[in-house]
Structure formats: C-alpha cells, structure tokens
C-alpha cells in the first residue's frame, strides 16, 4: 500500500510569492494534518481537516490556509511568503482523526526555501 | 515556556549501549503520548504510543509515562547504527482532535 504522498518535494520561492503544497492520504484515511517543522525544530500544528470541515487551526497566521478535497487529498496555500516560512512541510494522515481511535502516518514532505 | 520540553542532544552511545531518551512537559492534561523516530530529511515514523501512565514494550524499545511527574522516557536495548536519527516526543489532549504537540527532537548517533 502507498503511503502517505506530498508533492513537490522540492520548492525554491521568493519572498512575496504564493505557494501550494498539495499531500495525497493513506487510502482509506479521511483525516489530513498539516505541519511546518523548521530546521532543528518539532513540527508544528498547522491545521486538520476531516471529511473537507476544519478540525482544528494552530497559531499561524490568515497567509496560511488549506482545503481537503472529495477525494481526501488535501492542499496547504502560504500567500505572501516569508523568509521565516522556510521550512520542512509535512502532511499527515489519520482514518479519523481522534487520538484514542488511530496514529497519524507523515509523508516525506515538502522542503520549502524562500529566498 | 514550552509546552514539552526535549533536550536537543547530540545523543552519542557505542553499539549494543542503552539510551535513554527523555520528555517533560508542563500540561497535565494531555493523555496520549508518542515517540517518533524521523531519519534525516524524511517524514517522522511513530514508533510507540501510549495512553495515559505506564509502560509499553515493543521488541528493542519500552515507552514509559509518568503523568504524576509529567514525564515521559523511551529506552533502546541493544541500539545499532541504523537507530541513528532525530526522536520525536509528541503528545496530544483530547480523544477529539489530532493535533500533536511535539517536542524540539534529541539527535542520536549510535557508533559501531
């Protein structure tokens, strides 16, 4: 079975751009999260979606937004990017989301540079 | 003040040593606590998780949970090269939401 996918797995912006980051889930799970892991550093929560509804948002700011399409994958939008946003993306997907009833899967994820 | 706390190493132990990797956190609230393994450049991989206190053995490795002292320990018996990689503790509040918090990370390196 396939993992958990996420493309590009390379991005190279300048600040100011847009980006998508776009995460394709383990099939069978409804539940895709989102995390930034700057180098060094634990991920961290971005945002969970379930069944297309929001979950759950960390504490990032309004330039960082997602969708979770019919099909379950999901895309992470960063608009007027910074050189802070530089970081490792990462997606993770889970059958439903709850803590007590699966794990979270992460993919490669996505190496963002802003320069 | 982090949530969860992790010394970021680096961790450096001759093959066959036992490690001992270790959390602390400050909400006693969260109930569910995992360890991750992530290689570099790669996605992290769950290697245990636990609920609540106690201790759970898989094969080379035991997570123990101390809620009472907000504690949280991985052990590796007979490590080996190919355990070299960045641990994550992570652990999450609720039955209803996902979201891990996860610790800075402890590099390990395990030298032949």
């Known amino acids: 079975d396939a993992g958990v996918t996420q493309s590009p797995t390379h991005l190279i912006k300048t600040r100011g751009q847009h980006v998508t980051l776009r995460c394709s889930p383990i099939?069978?799970?409804?539940?895709v999260s989102w995390y930034q892991q700057v180098l060094g550093q634990g991920p961290q929560f971005i945002f969970q979606?379930?069944?297309?509804?929001?979950?759950g948002r960390g504490n990032f700011p309004d330039r960082f937004s997602a969708r979770q399409f019919p099909n379950y994958s999901s895309e992470l939008n960063v608009n007027a990017l910074l050189l802070g946003d530089s970081a490792l993306y990462l997606c993770?997907?889970?059958?439903?989301?709850?803590?007590?009833?699966?794990?979270?899967?992460f993919g490669p994820g996505t190496r963002l540079t802003v320069l | 003040q982090k949530e969860v706390e992790q010394d970021p190493g680096p961790l450096s132990v001759p093959e066959g040593a036992i490690v001992s990797l270790n959390c602390t956190y400050s909400n006693s609230a969260f109930q569910y606590f995992m360890w991750y393994r992530q290689y570099s450049r790669k996605g992290p991989e769950l290697l245990m998780y636990?609920?609540?206190?106690g201790n759970k053995e898989d094969g080379r490795f035991t997570a123990q949970v101390d809620k009472s002292s907000k504690y949280i320990s991985l052990f590796i018996r007979d490590s080996q090269p190919s355990d070299s990689a960045t641990y994550l503790c992570?652990?999450?509040?609720?039955?209803?939401?996902?979201?891990?918090?996860f610790g800075q990370g402890t590099t390990l390196q395990v030298k032949p």
């Open positions: 979606y379930y069944e297309k509804e929001e979950r």
């Open positions: 992570a652990m999450t509040l609720s039955s209803n939401t996902g979201k891990l918090i």
């Open positions: 993770a997907s889970s059958l439903v989301g709850g803590a007590n009833t699966d794990t979270q899967y």
């Open positions: 636990t609920y609540s206190s």
């Open positions: 099939s069978g799970h409804k539940s």
